[in-house]
């Protein structure tokens, strides 16, 4: 009887070592397969993180018939490019779940954020409904001086309705001023309380009459400087947009967030070029972006990260919208243009833009910064 059990009790450590066998062998087995599989393309998710562009759409006013101006967009446009979005699988985030994925470094696929300036009745009489249908977030940035003040701007109550059904408001100063011009026989000292004003009474006003929270500034015109920005964080923003005309890629700097302008003839063919572009990577750029200088002859360029990934019979400039005719250095991988006289640099805010074609892929590769010459 004993031996019977013993033999039993074999049979079964027997079984269940072949079953632990078997289970270590198909354990090792889809670890291989796990391995070689990540061996294949070791850099993918890299790449894609890397690679990740996050546009900030710029829209202004709308309109359901013929377009007055280059900024009053047709409404039925308006809800094709959102269409795009949707149809293409794009995450339209607001501005502060992009603040959020900025801090935490993790960011959904394809994000899109969209933003509306300046305050016009026209964002809630046709863009919110359309925005509320497509259950899409969206940031108006308004200039406190120019609302309830006619029937063509925003009321408080439909800005605070608006922000009940998850618009979020940002800053967009007092007035509307260009920030960085000074007034005839303003101090220094004169000119910066000014400014400051502009930039920390508006978001006072804006959470005093609408109960939210307002994290960010954009700045009128997309103008700024050192001064601007110090202000800016100083009054408790906590991002500073521009209109840079540039996607941003990471890593992003939340006090230089790049804007694209959407005007009326944005046709669904460029509104999918706006979103594909991607950024083009350099060591350096000049004159440093924000800087205000007072040389008329500087040498407006940047220094590329990697030129082996672009087609460099593409490369173009543009300054303040003009094309140039640039420069490539090979050895230092410097693409310039220094202007001679008499056509020097005017005294006034420019947007220098390089872009480029991606070797690999044909896209369009941008960057694009601002300086100002006094």
């Not at 889809?30 to 759409?57: C, K, M, N, Q």
């Not at 047709?74 to 959020?100: C, G, M, P, W």
């Not at 969209?114 to 200039?143: C, M, Q, R, W």
């Not at 001064?227 to 521009?242: F, P, Q, S, T, W």
């Amino acid at each position: 009887m004993k031996d019977k059990k013993k033999s039993c009790l074999q049979r079964l450590m027997i079984g269940n070592k072949n079953t632990r066998l078997a289970f270590i062998s198909l354990t090792l087995i889809v670890l291989f397969i796990t391995v070689s599989l990540a061996a294949e393309s070791p850099d993918v998710s890299e790449y894609r993180y890397h690679e990740l562009t996050i546009p900030i759409l710029t829209y202004h006013k709308f309109c359901s018939g013929e377009s007055p101006d280059e900024y009053t967009i047709n409404i039925a446009q308006f809800r094709e490019h959102l269409d795009y979005l949707k149809n293409n699988d794009y995450r339209v985030i607001s501005l502060t779940r992009l603040l959020e994925c900025i801090e935490n470094n993790f960011f959904p696929e394809k994000p899109v954020v969209i933003t509306i300036d300046d305050g016009f009745k026209s964002v809630y009489s046709l863009a919110f409904p359309i925005l509320k249908e497509y259950n899409y977030p969206a940031t108006l940035y308004l200039y406190t001086d120019f609302v309830g003040n006619n029937s063509n701007q925003l009321t408080w109550s439909e800005i605070k309705e608006m922000i009940a059904e998850g618009i979020e408001i940002g800053s967009h100063s007092l007035s509307h001023t260009n920030l960085l011009n000074m007034k005839k026989g303003e101090s220094r000292s004169d000119y910066l309380n000014r400014i400051n004003k502009e930039i920390s009474l508006s978001k006072t006003i804006l959470e005093r009459n609408t109960a939210s929270q307002v994290l960010s500034f954009a700045y009128p015109y997309g103008v700024y400087s050192e001064d601007i920005k110090v202000l800016a964080k100083e009054a408790g923003y906590k991002a500073l947009l521009n209109v840079n005309s540039m996607n941003n890629s990471i890593p992003i700097n939340a006090y230089a967030l790049n804007r694209q302008i959407i005007g009326s003839d944005c046709s669904v063919a460029q509104f999918q070029a706006i979103l594909r572009e991607k950024t083009l990577a350099v060591n350096d750029i000049f004159p440093p972006d924000g800087i205000i200088i007072d040389n008329q002859s500087s040498t407006v360029g940047a220094v590329l990260n990697n030129p082996a990934n672009i087609e460099l019979n593409s490369l173009y400039m543009r300054l303040g919208g003009a094309g140039l005719h640039c420069t490539y250095q090979p050895e230092q991988n410097k693409v310039s243009f220094t202007p001679v006289a008499p056509k020097l640099l005017q005294k006034r805010t420019w947007i220098a833009q390089i872009t480029a074609r991606d070797s690999e892929t044909g896209q369009r590769r941008k960057v694009a910064w601002l300086f100002t010459v006094r």
